[in-house]
């Protein structure tokens, strides 16, 4: 048994860890690939203890109860096309949150509204595919010990694939109840990236509340560095995590 503690400032929906990085730390915690599945929200400040089980593992917080399952990851990941960087800035401009919705997730350290977020505002490319990208800056406080922490790319590929999820198939904001994420080259301190969103190879449109996605991120040379996918459930509008 280990543990884990996720931050005030690692939030995702208000008052619950964001669940890319969550899902981040919980792999690197049990040190080998996995597909996660959040099972409910992420208490902040509180030591989440990691458990092994019969298949797998999960996370549990202070009421013994599991907030995380995990196994071994065999699923693989999809591929498409690379985005440009200037193509992911120009989708950021149609950004849902920026004229048409209100912002569900107005705390979410990736992409909140507020400055002090990763700025990860996803929006609808402007080339027929339906995808949806946006241009992402790698952070100076991202770094450790001389190097970008990984968990940030589970994060930025998570948040583009929720306003994929929620945005492109009429507006439906979702949570992420599934997620497997693996990073192809360390990110640079300072550069920007493309990162992108799809439906993978899950059907493109709703299955009553359920959805998937695959998200990739791309260097400035169309060079994949990490690839993501995940699985969410439409948010039921008295959601307390939705913002009104």
């Known amino acids: ?40 929200g992420i208490p902040l400040e509180t030591d989440l203890e990691v458990f092994e089980v019969a298949g797998g593992w999960e996370l549990h917080d202070d009421t013994k109860r599991p907030v995380m399952t995990a196994r071994p990851r065999t699923e693989p990941f999809v591929d498409t096309e690379p985005v440009s960087i ?76 929720a306003w994929y999820i929620g945005y492109s198939d009429g507006l439906r904001p979702a949570f992420t109840v599934g997620y497997a994420a693996e990073v192809l080259t360390p990110l640079e301190p300072g550069q920007r990236y493309a990162v992108v969103a799809w439906s993978g190879d899950y059907p493109a449109a709703w299955d009553d509340r359920k959805r998937g996605g695959a998200a990739a991120a791309f260097d400035r040379d169309g060079r994949c560095v990490g690839r993501a996918r995940s699985f969410w459930v439409a948010a039921a509008l008295d959601d307390p995590r939705i913002a009104t």
């Open 1 to 40: 048994m280990t543990s884990l503690r996720i931050g005030h400032g690692f939030q995702g929906p208000s008052g619950t860890g964001q669940g890319g990085w969550t899902s981040a730390l919980f792999e690197r915690t049990v040190g080998e690939p996995l597909t996660i599945s959040i099972t409910r």
């Open 86 to 161: 200037d193509a992911a800035a120009d989708a950021r401009r149609r950004f849902p949150a920026a004229t048409e919705v209100v912002h569900p997730v107005p705390d979410c350290f990736s992409c909140g509204p507020v400055e002090s977020s990763m700025g990860v505002h996803a929006g609808p490319l402007d080339d027929g595919t339906g995808r949806f990208a946006v241009d992402w800056t790698v952070p100076d406080w991202t770094q450790t010990g001389g190097e970008v922490d990984s968990a940030l790319l589970w994060t930025a590929l998570d948040c583009t694939t």
